[in-house]
């Protein structure tokens, strides 16, 4: 019998999953900190999101609960939108100040 | 529509068009609106006293509050009382309006003018006309406002508007007094209707405390509106209007309004003794200040102005025992004069180009000789002298008096001395002699045109045969006017009778106290004579007075006196509130706030470094905090 997907999902520990995914996410944390260029620190957030959705579809595997992976594909839909939004800024910035470093960006200040 | 109806309404609707329009609508037009719908309005008078049949009858217009238990019909009544009275402010009332279209031509706010004169002659008419206090009260606001906007009329003068918010306060403590009344009134008779307070009145004892509040507090509200003392001092200052507005609130208008009041309540009045002792008391005492003060003054309208208030304080000295009809009648013949007196004092001034000072005037005679003529009668009449007006209807409060009190009699008799004095005084010093006034003013006289000569004339007529409506029995009279009023006191009567009892005075005693009051104001006249003409004294200028003289002359220094006893305490007690309560306490709360939420803010805004890396990173702590917070149970074990 073909193995279904959940099957396929849970040869592999829950744990290994809740690591990976926490990897992937202080990853992204420290790329948004520690970089200046906006479109590093606009994947770094994309890295972030994408450890979420991992974590939710594991979960969802392991409680054969199909309401996480329904959530996974609206945050999906949802960054897609927000992707096109973000370059979309980041464009009109480098436009207005030829470059896209995020220090720049201080003139809003108290 | 009700004819009683369109008497009010005339006048109303001729301030409309004028106060509208004022500005397009072509003088001789605005004369004619502004005349001609209170000569209308007076015809309707004429034709419903002429049908008027001595029933008294309430007209209801309609229901204006209706609140649970209080009831307040918006209704007119017509009965004696009130008939007389539209007459008199009617018929006055449109010769006044007839003679300021030729006073007032050369004036820029001709039109605005009329629509206040006009305003005003309706809220008088309201005044009389209502059915119920409140109704009154509305005229009584009514006329107060009017009486501001024309004292003031010419507004770019300062002292004029001080002199219309003078009496606009005055009428306001007043009008307190009145309002407290009205109160009172109805929360003990359950109604304010002239009808219902009176019937349930009737059933109650003399002396009652709750009628003495009430009568004592409407006498208040008279004060103010009939410049009584102590509430008297802004009539002379009204003479800042413009001389119709004087003859009109003199005369016709405004200052009966208290006489009327207490007149209509002299049920209550009648019940309350001791408010009638007091309403006498101050009439006198009114009388005999204003006269006083009548002696000495230099100013034409300043001394008509004087002898109004010693007049109304005659009318009041009347009603205090009791005299209604007298009084009533004083207040019609006086309409006549006083309104001549103005009229013709406007008609010198107007032809001394706005000279006021009788000092500057004199021999006035030739150059004016109808307003000489019509003036000399004017003060015949107010002097006192028979067969003219003012005789008949002070002799008869007098005699009242007489019969009241002696004391009373003879205050009242020398304070006719003094009228007949000062009266006499001004007539020779204003036609008589020599002109002393400047070249250029002798060169300018002239006599004033019809539209004012013809109400100075009309007004004449009246003060010589007005007091023939009311001749007494003692000389061969049928005392018109008492019959005709005498259903008004029937139920006074009843319940009362001996406030209006006569000791029967024999007919010689009668004739002895007229053929004494005659000669009295003959002794003023003589003493006026001798000191104007004789002796040709002019009185002395500004700053010369000595002793008494100059006492009365600055009006006994009473304004001086409110001034320091009410108007600086009050000033200062604001200055205090400035500057203590608001300044240090209030300001102090206020803006203590406003400093510290800005003190704040401006260590709190720092924070807002416009670098988005930092706003990253305390986003990701406060978040790594909130994780924390939440799984503490599972970090701590």
């Known amino acids: ?110 | 529509m009700s004819l009683l109806l369109l008497i009010p309404l005339l006048p109303l609707i001729g301030f409309l068009i004028n106060g509208i329009g004022f500005r397009k609508i072509p003088k001789t037009l605005v004369g004619l609106i502004g005349a001609g719908t209170v000569v209308a309005s007076f015809a309707c008078v004429l034709f419903l006293f002429l049908n008027f049949d001595g029933q008294p009858r309430v007209e209801k217009v309609y229901d204006w509050i209706t609140v649970g238990n209080l009831n307040l019909s918006f209704s007119f009544q017509l009965d004696q009382l009130s008939l007389l009275f539209m007459l008199i402010i009617t018929g006055v009332g449109s010769l006044i309006h007839l003679y300021s279209i030729g006073y007032m031509k050369h004036d820029e706010g001709f039109g605005k003018f009329f629509a206040f004169l006009n305003l005003f002659i309706f809220f008088m008419l309201l005044l009389v006309m209502g059915s119920n206090y409140v109704i009154l009260f509305i005229g009584w606001e009514g006329v107060g406002l009017c009486s501001y906007l024309l004292i003031g009329f010419w507004n770019k003068n300062a002292n004029y508007g001080d002199a219309a918010r003078k009496a606009f306060i005055m009428n306001r403590i007043g009008d307190l007094g009145y309002l407290l009344a009205v109160f009172l009134i109805l929360t003990n008779f359950g109604s304010v209707e002239f009808t219902d307070v009176f019937r349930q009145a009737a059933g109650l004892k003399a002396g009652n405390s709750t009628i003495l509040w009430i009568t004592l507090l409407l006498f208040v509200g008279a004060m103010g509106k009939s410049a009584q003392i102590p509430l008297y001092t802004w009539l002379p200052d009204a003479m800042a209007g413009p001389t119709p507005v004087s003859a009109l609130i003199h005369a016709a208008t405004m200052v009966t309004a208290g006489i009327y009041m207490i007149v209509r309540s002299n049920l209550l009045y009648t019940l309350a003794p001791v408010t009638l002792e007091v309403v006498g008391w101050i009439g006198l005492a009114t009388a005999l200040l204003g006269a006083s003060i009548g002696l000495f003054q230099n100013d034409i309208k300043k001394i008509l102005a004087y002898s109004t208030v010693s007049q109304l304080g005659y009318m009041f000295m009347g009603l205090g025992v009791a005299a209604y009809t007298p009084a009533a009648f004083h207040v019609m013949t006086h309409a006549f004069f006083k309104a001549l007196l103005f009229l013709g004092a406007g008609s010198v001034i107007h032809a001394m180009s706005n000279e006021q000072d009788i000092r500057n005037m004199g021999g006035l005679r030739k150059a004016l000789p109808i307003t000489f003529l019509t003036f000399l009668i004017g003060t015949i009449a107010i002097a006192g002298i028979p067969p003219f007006a003012g005789f008949f209807s002070k002799d008869e409060i007098l005699l009242h008096v007489f019969e009241h009190n002696k004391l009373m009699w003879g205050i009242g008799v020398f304070t006719s001395m003094l009228t007949s004095f000062y009266m006499f005084r001004l007539l020779f010093l204003v036609f008589f002699g020599n002109f002393r006034g400047t070249h250029e003013q002798q060169h300018h006289l002239h006599e004033s045109p019809l539209t004012m000569t013809l109400p100075l004339m009309a007004l004449a007529l009246l003060s010589a045969i007005g007091g023939f409506f009311n001749v007494p029995e003692v000389l061969g009279g049928g005392a018109k006017l008492a019959n005709f009023l005498a259903p008004l006191f029937a139920a006074a009567q009843n319940v009362r009778p001996e406030a209006f009892a006569m000791a029967e005075l024999s007919h010689s005693t009668e004739l002895a106290l007229m053929i004494g009051s005659v000669a009295v104001a003959m002794i003023g006249l003589a003493a006026a004579y001798v000191i104007f003409i004789s002796r040709k004294t002019v009185p002395v200028g500004e700053g010369q007075e000595h002793g008494l003289q100059k006492v009365i002359y600055h009006k006994y220094y009473v304004d001086e006196l409110y001034d320091a006893v009410f108007v600086r305490p009050v000033n200062a007690l604001s200055v205090f509130f400035h500057q203590v309560i608001d300044f240090l306490l209030i300001d102090l709360l206020v803006e203590g706030v406003g400093k510290f939420v800005k003190g704040l803010s401006k260590e709190f805004r720092l924070a807002q470094t416009g670098a988005t890396g930092f706003y990253i990173f305390a986003m990701v702590i406060g978040i790594a905090a909130l994780l924390a917070w939440s799984l503490r149970g599972l970090i701590l074990g």
């Open chain 1, 1 to 110: 019998m073909q193995p279904t997907i959940p099957d396929v999902v849970q040869t592999i520990p829950l744990p290994y999953y809740i690591w990976f995914a926490s990897a992937l996410f202080v990853i992204g944390i420290v790329g948004v900190l520690t970089r200046r260029n906006a479109i590093i620190i606009f994947m770094s957030v994309e890295v972030m999101l994408n450890a979420v959705n991992l974590l939710l579809v594991a979960f969802s595997a392991y409680r054969s609960d199909p309401a996480g992976q329904v959530f996974v594909f609206f945050i999906m839909a949802v960054a897609a939108a927000e992707v096109s939004v973000g370059l979309a800024i980041i464009v009109m910035i480098y436009r207005n100040i030829q470059s896209i470093d995020i220090g720049l960006l201080n003139r809003l200040k108290g």
